[in-house]
């Protein structure tokens, strides 16, 4: 297993625990999915720290399988420069998240995207952006799914 195969699982890990229990898968069983944002259940990212909440809607995001999940991102988040180990799809559903392509942290090159706009991003591109106002981005991808940033210093897992 090579060096971003390990970090992938480990990250994928913390995710999951952080997470706790996630919601129905719709590929098995009858094969839908069916909710209201008011049944979301909002928790902490390990993986992002004080200011970024996270909530489920299908996963698991550490298996080789389709997930989607919801990020709740206070007024003035910054996302700091990472990479991911699959595509991100990103629509923001509310709010305005600045976004940029790039291995340094510069506020004034982001992109504003606001309710709608979308981004997607290639697997290991590097990335970073920040919110305006109280923002809420629909993310979705194929697992397994990990965050690696760019600067150790910038994880609050560490």
């Known amino acids: ?15 999951t625990l952080t997470v706790g229990t996630l919601q129905a898968e719709p590929y098995r069983g ?32 550490s298996e080789a399988e389709p997930f989607t999940i919801r990020l709740r991102l206070a007024d003035g988040y910054e996302i700091r420069p990472h990479i991911h180990p699959a595509y991100e799809r990103v629509t923001v559903l509310s ?13 004034g090159v982001a992109q504003a995207l606001e309710e709608h706009d979308f981004a997607i991003m290639a697997p290991g591109d590097p990335m970073f952006g920040y919110a305006e106002g109280e923002t809420v981005i ?7 799914w990990g965050i690696e940033y760019l600067d150790p210093a910038d994880d609050p897992r560490n």
């Open 1 to 15: 297993m090579n060096k971003h195969n390990i970090l992938a699982t480990a990250l994928l890990l913390g995710l």
């Open 138 to 144: 629909q993310l979705h991808g194929t697992g397994p």
């Open 95 to 107: 709010g305005t998240l600045h976004f940029a392509h790039g291995e340094e942290y510069e506020a």
């Open 30 to 61: 009858d094969g839908h999915l069916i909710g209201s944002a008011d049944e979301l259940e909002w928790g902490p990212v390990g993986s992002m720290g004080e200011g970024a909440e996270i909530a489920v809607i299908e996963g698991p995001m």
